[in-house]
């Protein structure tokens, strides 16, 4: 459920997302990763990440 605050919250009603993603290290000498990662929701917006090095 989404809401622009917590007192409307079931005024936004039920969401649904889903995503998949792919990890490669790159080499094995330098430990670089190279990730994709595709979502949907279902309003519609599709988006897609690309990484290249670790985010953390």
Do not use: C
Request: proline share 2%; no cysteine; aromatic share 12%.
């Amino acid at each position: 459920m989404t809401s622009p605050d917590y007192a409307s919250l079931e005024d936004g009603g039920l969401h649904a997302a889903a995503g998949v993603g792919l990890r490669f290290q790159l080499t094995k000498k330098f430990e670089t990763d190279f990730a994709i990662d595709v979502s949907s929701n279902d309003e519609g917006s599709d988006l897609v990440y690309i990484y290249v090095g670790q985010r953390f």
